[in-house]
């Protein structure tokens, strides 16, 4: 039996000085006294860099951190907290989270404010070890539900939790299992999508390379639910590491009979295979993806029938994402009603998110849904480097929006972000600076697409090439405000006559960016000046008086357009300056500047 | 494995072998060995780690890999997990300082704060 509850004390020699010793076997002596079982587990630990305040205990689960206790508080824990599960409130530290405090422990300043379910494992175990799995409740969601729960009574669990899907769509997962089990077939299948293909996105990457156990047990359950016996994972060659730890975690369940014939006595067969895809976008979606698997062209078809009706080789398939499935043994192992008590009421749960761009803590973070844009840049992502202002952040990659700085308040969840007119998708956010030009990014993102449309229809394959030449032609100087109007009424019709997600979404970043930043369309158009000095036929560089006369931006100017004497201010030649932009790179004290307004001053 | 209790009992081994419940000194060193780990050079660090470990008979260290940790940014990820529960995570760790770690921290017991992922500077 896993222990229930943890109890841990601070031993590190401050605290030492005061008594953990003591406060351990008080405590061990209360359980007793209260006869709470031996599965709650006092430990003592290192310092937790606190000491001035010590002793300390901290009590797992629910991380609830209690500062400065005396013997005589301990009684009173051990009643209220550990037999009722109530913290006592006036004992608790106050600011666990708070910042200045926990400079020295690194775990809390990037860990406090997440909460991982999906990512529980990750970091922990050894993934090549199906033991270290096992240690960590591993298959026990499975052994039970195959063993104590009907198929319907474990949909109605999942439709309990409200679990909604994790790769983009939000779609409730305790549904699209009831769907595909209310097809009659005597085949079905369950397919796990790990065709992660979104730019800057890899949280399904880090769940199969770090837990790929949670995945397989998940895909069992779900068999188990829609009365499937063989289950596929679609997952990219481009992630080697990630195919052969899912391999040999396969071989290991099935060595355990955790996968395979007649799992735990209940007559329930399941089995797993691994299909390698060759890295295209369009195959997440589901219906692609189906068809990639059949060793047909990944391309999409119409819907309905959906795959819960006719999918894989004709018969009823439920496709989940990988971070979706790492969801649902938690689920199982502490209830549905647990799962709801984590987020907000209509996207229950936490989100994985792959921080990236201008953010000092690039990374993985999974955060309760509902935690805020501003929490997740600035607390868990520790905000953006070289104190360049926040611009914008993209979600939901090539097929999202941005968020600007107004909306950093606004909770996130599926709801809120599609309402801001972006979207979750699965859950790459890309922090954008002062020094991202939102039309060159707009571009960046159009050229993924029109790269990755499979051509099948013509307003994806035709359109977003076309939007993909207005935008070259704006970033290159040749824009017109007319080519702005086209732009927006291409757009609308790719998102309104697309035959699949990706078409029907590819116009989103430029839709958002023309929403929010139009006014750097216009510098682009009318000015001809780009404000982030990135388009650089648009941008022209000019030294600033705070110049201090350093000679780096000369020395590394690779035309010598640059000028002056040591100590004083230095002069850009602006004919021969090529707009490299390496002057900027190299000055300490960022006195050089492409800004239309600082060109405005300089010439009067 | 065909039963419930089966796995109850082999959960219980593997837990205690894992967190070295009962045993007084184990060490436990955990290699961030995602593709984000590997692609900053996890692989030369968890070598030095394991041939160390071997060249020094230390028999209470358990070298391991583990999956990303999440701050991919401050790979290679080392965490030393000890018996007493106290865990200490050093980032950006080479070959070098993985020997550092070995010596100074597993053996010695004292831990190197400025190789610490909370010294780094963002």
Redesign the interface.
Not at chain 1, 191 to 220: K, Q, T, W, Y
Not at chain 1, 376 to 392: D, H, L, M, S, T
């Given at each position: 039996m896993l222990d229930k509850m943890h109890i841990l004390i601070c031993g590190g020699p401050e605290c030492r000085n005061s008594k953990s010793k003591q406060i351990r076997d008080k405590f061990n002596e209360e359980i007793k006294r209260l006869n709470l079982g031996d599965d709650i587990k006092t430990i003592l630990t290192g310092c937790f860099g606190l000491c001035a305040l010590g002793p300390h205990v901290l009590i797992y689960p629910g991380e609830k951190l209690y500062s400065g206790i005396t013997l005589d508080d301990i009684p009173e824990i051990v009643e209220q907290h550990i037999a009722k599960g109530k913290p006592v409130e006036r004992l608790l530290f106050k600011g666990v989270f708070d910042r200045t405090k926990f400079k020295n422990r690194s775990e809390l300043t990037f860990f406090a404010k997440q909460e991982r379910v999906a990512l529980r494992n990750c970091g922990i175990i050894n993934p090549l070890e199906i033991n270290e799995y096992i240690a960590r409740d591993g298959y026990e969601a499975l052994g039970t539900v195959v063993t104590t729960l009907t198929p319907q009574e474990t949909i109605d669990e999942m439709k309990k939790s409200g679990l909604r899907g994790r790769g983009g769509g939000g779609f409730p997962t305790g549904l699209k299992w009831e769907f595909a089990s209310k097809s009659v077939s005597d085949q079905k299948y369950v397919i796990c999508n790990a065709d992660e293909g979104d730019p800057g996105a890899f949280m399904d990457r880090a769940v199969l390379e770090g837990d790929p156990h949670s995945v397989l047990e998940a895909m069992a359950i779900c068999g188990y639910a829609i009365g499937a016996n063989t289950g596929y994972i679609y997952i990219r060659a481009e992630y080697p590491v990630a195919v052969e730890r899912l391999q040999i975690a396969i071989d290991q369940a099935r060595e355990l009979e955790l996968l395979g014939k007649n799992i735990f006595n209940s007559g329930f067969d399941f089995d797993i295979e691994i299909r390698l895809g060759a890295g295209a976008f369009v195959c997440g979606e589901e219906t692609a993806l189906i068809a990639s698997i059949e060793g047909e062209r990944g391309m999409p078809r119409k819907k309905p029938p959906y795959p819960a009706v006719k999918g894989l080789f004709g018969q009823p398939t439920n496709v989940n994402n990988v971070e979706t499935f790492a969801n649902v043994p938690p689920i199982f192992l502490k209830g549905s009603d647990w799962f709801k008590s984590i987020g907000t009421e209509k996207s229950p749960g936490t989100k994985v998110f792959a921080l990236g761009g201008k953010i000092a803590n690039t990374g993985l973070l999974e955060v309760p849904m509902g935690t805020t844009l501003r929490e997740v840049i600035y607390e868990i992502g520790g905000g953006i480097p070289n104190k360049r202002k926040f611009k914008a952040a993209q979600t939901g990659g090539p097929s999202g929006g941005c968020i600007t700085e107004e909306s950093l308040d606004t909770p996130i969840d599926f709801d809120n972000l599609v309402k801001l007119g972006s979207m979750m998708g699965s859950g790459g956010m890309i922090v954008m600076d002062e020094d991202n030009c939102m039309v060159d990014v707009a571009r960046f993102y159009l050229e993924f697409t029109v790269e990755e449309s499979c051509g099948k229809c013509t307003p994806c394959r035709e359109g977003t090439k076309r939007m993909l030449d207005i935008l070259n032609r704006i970033c290159e100087g040749n824009g017109t405000l007319e080519d702005l109007d086209v732009l927006e009424r291409l757009a609308n019709m790719i998102k309104d006559s697309s035959l699949c997600g990706l078409g029907q979404t590819a116009p989103n970043p430029v839709l958002s960016t023309l929403k929010h930043f139009r006014d750097e369309y216009e510098a682009h158009v009318i000015d001809k000046v780009c404000p982030a000095g990135v388009c650089s036929n648009l941008t022209k560089y000019l030294v600033l008086d705070n110049c201090i006369g350093c000679t780096k931006c000369a020395r590394n100017c690779p035309v010598d357009a640059i000028t002056g004497k040591v100590k004083e201010k230095h002069y850009i030649n602006t004919d021969i300056c090529i707009s490299c932009g390496a002057c900027k790179a190299a000055c300490p004290v960022n006195a050089i500047s492409t800004k239309p307004e600082d060109w405005e001053a300089y010439n009067g | 494995?065909?039963?419930?209790e089966e796995?109850?009992v082999?959960?219980?081994?593997?837990?205690n072998?894992?967190?070295m419940r009962g045993m007084t000194e184990g060490v436990r060193v955990?290699v961030?060995?995602?593709?984000?780990g590997?692609a900053a050079g996890a692989k030369p660090v968890y070598d030095t780690f394991v041939s160390e470990v071997e060249s020094l008979k230390l028999n209470n260290v358990e070298v391991?890999?583990?999956?990303?940790?999440?701050?991919?940014?401050?790979e290679p990820?080392v965490?030393i997990v000890?018996s007493?529960?106290?865990?200490?995570?050093y980032c950006l760790v080479t070959d070098r300082i993985a020997s550092e770690i070995i010596e100074e921290h597993i053996v010695k017991g004292n831990r190197i704060d400025k190789y610490?992922?909370?010294k780094i500077k963002?």
């Amino acid at each position: 039996m896993l222990d229930k509850m943890h109890i841990l004390i601070c031993g590190g020699p401050e605290c030492r000085n005061s008594k953990s010793k003591q406060i351990r076997d008080k405590f061990n002596e209360e359980i007793k006294r209260l006869n709470l079982g031996d599965d709650i587990k006092t430990i003592l630990t290192g310092c937790f860099g606190l000491c001035a305040l010590g002793p300390h205990v901290l009590i797992y689960p629910g991380e609830k951190l209690y500062s400065g206790i005396t013997l005589d508080d301990i009684p009173e824990i051990v009643e209220q907290h550990i037999a009722k599960g109530k913290p006592v409130e006036r004992l608790l530290f106050k600011g666990v989270f708070d910042r200045t405090k926990f400079k020295n422990r690194s775990e809390l300043t990037f860990f406090a404010k997440q909460e991982r379910v999906a990512l529980r494992n990750c970091g922990i175990i050894n993934p090549l070890e199906i033991n270290e799995y096992i240690a960590r409740d591993g298959y026990e969601a499975l052994g039970t539900v195959v063993t104590t729960l009907t198929p319907q009574e474990t949909i109605d669990e999942m439709k309990k939790s409200g679990l909604r899907g994790r790769g983009g769509g939000g779609f409730p997962t305790g549904l699209k299992w009831e769907f595909a089990s209310k097809s009659v077939s005597d085949q079905k299948y369950v397919i796990c999508n790990a065709d992660e293909g979104d730019p800057g996105a890899f949280m399904d990457r880090a769940v199969l390379e770090g837990d790929p156990h949670s995945v397989l047990e998940a895909m069992a359950i779900c068999g188990y639910a829609i009365g499937a016996n063989t289950g596929y994972i679609y997952i990219r060659a481009e992630y080697p590491v990630a195919v052969e730890r899912l391999q040999i975690a396969i071989d290991q369940a099935r060595e355990l009979e955790l996968l395979g014939k007649n799992i735990f006595n209940s007559g329930f067969d399941f089995d797993i295979e691994i299909r390698l895809g060759a890295g295209a976008f369009v195959c997440g979606e589901e219906t692609a993806l189906i068809a990639s698997i059949e060793g047909e062209r990944g391309m999409p078809r119409k819907k309905p029938p959906y795959p819960a009706v006719k999918g894989l080789f004709g018969q009823p398939t439920n496709v989940n994402n990988v971070e979706t499935f790492a969801n649902v043994p938690p689920i199982f192992l502490k209830g549905s009603d647990w799962f709801k008590s984590i987020g907000t009421e209509k996207s229950p749960g936490t989100k994985v998110f792959a921080l990236g761009g201008k953010i000092a803590n690039t990374g993985l973070l999974e955060v309760p849904m509902g935690t805020t844009l501003r929490e997740v840049i600035y607390e868990i992502g520790g905000g953006i480097p070289n104190k360049r202002k926040f611009k914008a952040a993209q979600t939901g990659g090539p097929s999202g929006g941005c968020i600007t700085e107004e909306s950093l308040d606004t909770p996130i969840d599926f709801d809120n972000l599609v309402k801001l007119g972006s979207m979750m998708g699965s859950g790459g956010m890309i922090v954008m600076d002062e020094d991202n030009c939102m039309v060159d990014v707009a571009r960046f993102y159009l050229e993924f697409t029109v790269e990755e449309s499979c051509g099948k229809c013509t307003p994806c394959r035709e359109g977003t090439k076309r939007m993909l030449d207005i935008l070259n032609r704006i970033c290159e100087g040749n824009g017109t405000l007319e080519d702005l109007d086209v732009l927006e009424r291409l757009a609308n019709m790719i998102k309104d006559s697309s035959l699949c997600g990706l078409g029907q979404t590819a116009p989103n970043p430029v839709l958002s960016t023309l929403k929010h930043f139009r006014d750097e369309y216009e510098a682009h158009v009318i000015d001809k000046v780009c404000p982030a000095g990135v388009c650089s036929n648009l941008t022209k560089y000019l030294v600033l008086d705070n110049c201090i006369g350093c000679t780096k931006c000369a020395r590394n100017c690779p035309v010598d357009a640059i000028t002056g004497k040591v100590k004083e201010k230095h002069y850009i030649n602006t004919d021969i300056c090529i707009s490299c932009g390496a002057c900027k790179a190299a000055c300490p004290v960022n006195a050089i500047s492409t800004k239309p307004e600082d060109w405005e001053a300089y010439n009067g | 494995m065909k039963t419930l209790e089966e796995l109850k009992v082999l959960r219980e081994e593997s837990y205690n072998k894992m967190y070295m419940r009962g045993m007084t000194e184990g060490v436990r060193v955990q290699v961030g060995y995602g593709t984000c780990g590997i692609a900053a050079g996890a692989k030369p660090v968890y070598d030095t780690f394991v041939s160390e470990v071997e060249s020094l008979k230390l028999n209470n260290v358990e070298v391991t890999k583990v999956g990303c940790m999440g701050e991919c940014a401050f790979e290679p990820i080392v965490e030393i997990v000890e018996s007493n529960g106290s865990k200490t995570i050093y980032c950006l760790v080479t070959d070098r300082i993985a020997s550092e770690i070995i010596e100074e921290h597993i053996v010695k017991g004292n831990r190197i704060d400025k190789y610490l992922l909370s010294k780094i500077k963002r």
